[in-house]
């Protein structure tokens, strides 16, 4: 459960978020999966329609959501933007049943998964930094562009890795559940 919130706090500043949709059905073909959120990906986001992705191009979409979420525009996204940000877009009976829960505010979660300075606050960088980092990892060529095949095989691998971490919260549960003593 503690994956959902930093989760949904990436959806907030991450353009690479189709990769979480790859993983959804792992019983579907991986590899078409895959290429179809490649494609997305690059026609959404390849604005000079060069056929390959800019660091420029995959950071365009976190300026615009920082800028959204950065209601008082003051440069940064404190815990109360970022809140506001969650309860815009998440269901209020899914936020409603975090709160029984005990689980944390998700937009103080937002602040401290991305705020590297310790400051209390997300300033641009900061916000921008998962993408860059998941740019990177795709860009395997280094030439400072993701052309089709290179963010093909970065989805395959984000969509392995992702049913690797279901498989593994999977195992975990059984593990609770069985080690829990029975109730009859």
């Known amino acids: 459960m503690q994956r959902l ?6 959806a907030l500043c991450t353009g690479f978020a189709a990769h979480v949709a790859v993983a959804q059905d792992p019983a579907a073909g991986g590899g078409a999966q895959a290429a179809d959120a490649a494609k997305a990906f690059m026609q959404k986001l390849d604005t000079d329609e060069s056929g ?4 420029e191009e995959a950071t365009a979409p976190q300026k615009e959501q920082f800028q959204k979420n950065d209601a008082n525009g003051d440069g940064f996204i404190d815990v109360e933007e970022a809140s506001a940000a969650f309860a815009e877009q998440v269901p209020a009976e899914m936020m409603e049943a975090m709160k029984e829960r005990g689980m944390p505010d998700p937009g103080k979660t937002f602040v401290d998964n991305l705020d590297k300075n310790d400051d209390g606050k997300v300033d641009l960088d900061e916000f921008e ?8 990892a795709m860009d395997t060529s280094g030439d400072g562009n ?9 989805f395959e691998e984000m969509r392995a890795k992702m049913q690797e971490r279901m498989q593994q919260m999977q195992q975990q549960m059984e593990q609770m559940q069985q080690s829990q003593p029975s109730t009859e």
């Open 52 to 55: 390959s992705i800019s660091m």
């Open 129 to 136: 930094q998962p993408t860059r980092e998941s740019f990177s």
């Open 146 to 154: 993701a052309d089709m095949e290179e963010a093909t095989t970065y």
């Open 5 to 10: 919130i930093p989760l949904a706090a990436l």
